[in-house]
């Protein structure tokens, strides 16, 4: 098993816990977040249509922007939780 895999989840759960952190305190607002998530997937969109990526790592690029900006909203949730929330979509 790649190690990287397990350092990565526990990297966005303790960002995800910032965040919501943050936005329980006021330091960061639901809208600064959305806005933050939606740059950075302009960012990364801007990126594919100069380099393009094959479906899979285009999604892979994708998919923790689409986890933090879900793990600001509402209750903490374990991983896999959140993983499914970012598969299933909006």
Not at 53 to 74: S, Y
């Amino acid at each position: 098993m790649n190690t990287a895999n397990p350092q990565l989840e526990g990297l966005y759960l303790a960002l995800s816990a910032l965040m919501r952190e943050m936005i329980s305190k006021g330091v960061l607002s639901q809208q600064d977040l959305d806005r933050a998530m939606a740059q950075a997937r302009q960012q990364a969109e801007a990126d594919f249509a100069t380099s393009p990526l094959p479906d899979a790592n285009r999604k892979a690029v994708l998919f923790p922007i689409e986890l933090l900006a879900l793990a600001g909203k509402g209750e903490p949730e374990t991983f896999r939780e959140l993983a499914r929330s970012v598969a299933l979509g909006p």
